[in-house]
């Protein structure tokens, strides 16, 4: 099941936390998420799984950014969040991708005790003009059956910024 927006609302400080929160971005059955004004760009156009990959800061300024299509740009939210006994989950705003624009190539999926800020994935179809505070995305939450162990020493819990991916850990085991 996911929780409505006032259940949500009701959770805020227990089970579900947003730092900051702002009562005017909660939804029906979600809260929305706004970029922070840094991404990350990968320096290579060929990417090795079994490496790290170098990455090099962009800010975006006052006046937006323009994306280019068929790069990937790393950002992140600028909302912390946790949640304990829920599954989080992130997905775009229509309105973005009503611009062809992408929040997530496929890691909307949160696990339950999750702590940090959304690492975004974002990609366009064609060049928009990104601004830094625009609310993104948003995110939702699935109630968990069952007994679970919470996500809590995962490659990317609690993180501060953005992450590219640590797949090439993988490989070192």
């Known amino acids: 099941m996911i929780l409505s927006g006032k259940e949500i609302a009701r959770r805020m400080g227990s089970d579900i936390v947003i730092e900051p ?12 998420l706004s970029l922070h004004d840094e991404l990350l760009v990968y320096e290579s156009d060929s990417l090795d799984m079994k490496l790290e990959n170098k990455t090099r800061l962009v800010t975006i300024p006052p006046e937006g950014l323009v994306l280019e299509p068929n790069r990937l740009y790393l950002g992140r939210t600028r909302e912390y969040t946790r ?14 991708g009503r611009l062809g624009l992408f929040v997530h190539v496929t890691a909307g999926f949160g696990d339950v005790g999750f702590a940090g800020y959304w690492t975004l994935e974002i990609f366009c ?28 020493s995962g490659k990317y819990q609690n993180n501060t910024g953005i992450q590219p991916s640590l797949l090439y850990r993988d490989f070192l085991k």
Request: hydrophobic share 25%; with cysteine; glycine share 6%.
């Open 125 to 152: 179809i064609q060049p928009i003009r990104i601004y830094a505070g625009v609310e993104i995305c948003q995110i939702y939450y699935h109630t968990i059956e069952g007994d679970y162990e919470p996500y809590r």
């Open 83 to 96: 949640t304990e006994n829920l599954v989080p989950m992130l997905e775009g705003r229509s309105s973005t």
């Open 21 to 32: 929160y702002d009562p005017a971005r909660l939804n029906p059955n979600s809260y929305n």
